[in-house]
């Protein structure tokens, strides 16, 4: 019984791996059972021993994929504080590393405009989600003594996340280049108050 949990567990895994990647690139709609299935390496009839829907496996990939970005960029701002913690946050995420590889990276600017159709499920999780990225952020632009820290963590979220998007809808062009470097430096200029 124990080998046959770890080889189901095995399987659930690069099913959630084979679908993190898919959503990052090419969204909700581009991760179909079938591509995520292929992806890792099964057949589209064992996807239901793994997920009771489709639903299920957009709300457990959104989950996972977030708090990953969330602790990438966590470390990249590593010990800084305040408005540098989240001056180093936005480098990271508005860089060209972050639009040229999304595969690897925030899933938000390649989902954003079909999770507002998602089921309730699946926008829970998006708000549960969003809010431990808000509520990471107010807490250093508390520290920098913000006036609204809640306010501006959400602004400097919607920022980051709007303007990558942009940047990699535009990515081949000049334009690309200049949305990323005016999104960090507006959100440089806000966190400093």
Do not use: Q
Request: glycine letters at 12%; one cysteine or more; hydrophobic letters at 40%.
């Amino acid at each position: 019984m124990g080998a046959r949990s770890d080889r189901k567990s095995r399987s659930r895994e690069k099913i959630l791996e084979s679908a993190g990647v898919l959503m990052r690139e090419k969204g909700i709609s581009g991760a179909s059972v079938a591509n995520v299935m292929g992806g890792a390496g099964m057949t589209v009839g064992g996807f239901y021993a793994h997920f009771p829907s489709k639903d299920e496996l957009v709300a457990e990939t959104l989950r996972a994929a977030l708090r990953e970005s969330r602790g990438r960029l966590s470390a990249a701002a590593g010990e800084k504080r305040g408005a540098d913690w989240i001056d180093a946050v936005a480098r990271s995420y508005l860089s060209r590393a972050h639009r040229d590889v999304p595969h690897a990276g925030c899933p938000l600017p390649a989902t954003m405009g079909e999770l507002a159709g998602a089921c309730t499920g699946v926008r829970e999780v998006l708000a549960e989600e969003l809010d431990s990225t808000v509520e990471e952020m107010e807490s250093r632009l508390r520290d920098e003594g913000a006036e609204d820290p809640r306010g501006e963590a959400m602004a400097a979220l919607a920022t980051m996340v709007g303007g990558l998007a942009l940047a990699r809808a535009s990515r081949g062009t000049p334009l690309s280049d200049e949305m990323l470097k005016a999104c960090r430096a507006h959100i440089a200029r806000c966190s400093r108050g």
